[in-house]
């Protein structure tokens, strides 16, 4: 009866009779813990591995850089369009202007309930504009970005297509709304999840939560590393290396200025650690050539929006002094930011966090890994809204073009995904 019960809650063709509709609801009263609910969404997951994994190969050869998603919007949207809800119905789906693609699990932007929103983003660490390399071999798949962020996205995707025809473990007081969204990578700088917040106020919507599916397992992150991001721009005069030597050299004036940045300790105590790098380098022209202009990219990270302050004061008084120096022009421009979190943590954030720790622990009883990361989360953490970026895939070699997952992983990974989106405790209160 148990595996019967199991397979009837999370059955995709549970909508097709209503015989097994019925059954469905009288099956809820069953599930009334979480063990329960794990192992029902692990038993729905180990049927549903082969069509979760075709749907991963399909994704991941489609290109997607940051601010470039368009291949991957379209898949998604059309994809979801494509599923039904209990009614038969094609859920509504948008694409915003950012290139996010909505799913609205319920009534749509109307409806007055609160929001609790489930994303996973689209774009990938690499430019590729053609068909994205993926090989496999018997337990691993391996493509540029396949655990950051697709086989994430497919996890969710796979569990929403569930939850649309089993409406019934969707939370009553809340409205599911599920987020594809753009501009994660590098300098996209969270563009898409910015802009989604910012279309929800607009709409005047409350968000009760945010959890983004990202990374890999068994990370439960719920502290967000802050970013400032600039374009350090130095121009001189130039000339030749031999009739002109003495003049200011831009590349020698840039690297001096790095050094300074790398060893120059900030006038005041940081509130929290700042890491700083120099990513990118470029100038000169020639080898008998007085280089003429130089540029870097250069970023601090922090968990404290103050110290990321406090570090903006200091380079902006590194430039002024370097433009003491006569023959040289610098220009510091802001290229991006990534807020770090508020500094309020309520008691709904400390709940969610609890329980998707408890969940990873009871996947495979391995401690999640808490550490702090930049991840779409840190928008909803740096307004005080409960927010958790949470890992569901296992792999490595991130942002390398050989990264890989586990196929396995992939149950635990839709395991996770499905109960934290589903609300079973709830819904057996209100069907009992």
Partial sequence: MEKKGRKAIFSSRAHNRKTDQIGDKRQ???????????????????????????????????????????????????????????????????????????????????????????????????????????????????APGIGDDTGNLAGLLMATKELLANPQLLPQQLQILV????????????????????????????????????????????????SLRFRISVITQGGHSYHDFGRPNAIETLCGLIETLYHSSPAQTLPAPVTY????????????????????????????????????????????????????????SDIGARPASASTCTATQRALSSRAAQLIYELNKESPDLSPASTDANVPLSLGIPALCVGTVRGALLHTRKEWIDKKSLIDGLTL????????????????
């Fill in 28 to 142: 809820m009263n069953k599930v009334k813990s979480e063990a329960d609910m794990l192992a029902a969404a692990r038993s729905y997951a180990r049927a549903h591995q082969e069509e979760e994994l075709s749907l991963l190969r399909n994704l991941a050869k489609i290109p997607a850089p940051s601010g470039h998603e368009e291949g991957r919007t379209t898949f998604v949207a059309n994809w979801l369009r494509a599923q039904r809800t209990a009614r038969g119905e094609a859920p509504l789906v948008e694409v915003t202007p950012e290139k996010d693609v909505l799913c609205w699990l319920g009534a749509g932007p109307k409806d007055p309930r609160p929001l609790a929103i489930f994303a996973a983003h689209l774009d990938i660490a690499f430019a590729d504009t053609k068909a994205l390399p993926l090989t496999e071999d018997e337990s691993r798949l391996y």
């Fill in 179 to 226: 987020v594809a969204d753009s501009c994660e990578e590098g300098l996209g700088n969270l563009a898409g999840t910015k802009g989604l917040f910012s279309r929800l106020s607009g709409l005047g919507k409350k968000i009760e939560s945010f959890v983004t599916f990202d990374l890999y397992l068994p990370q439960c992150i719920s502290i967000a590393v802050g």
């Fill in 277 to 332: 790098n120099v990513g990118k380098i470029e100038g000169g022209s020639a080898i008998n050539a007085i280089a003429a202009k130089a540029k870097a990219l250069f970023e601090y990270r922090s968990t404290s929006e103050e110290a990321l302050k406090i570090m903006r004061t200091q380079l902006e008084g590194v430039v002024r002094e370097e433009q003491k120096r006569p023959g040289v022009h610098i220009a510091l």
């Fill in 417 to 432: 995904i499905f109960c934290l989106m589903a609300n079973i405790e709830a819904e057996t209160e209100t069907s009992q």
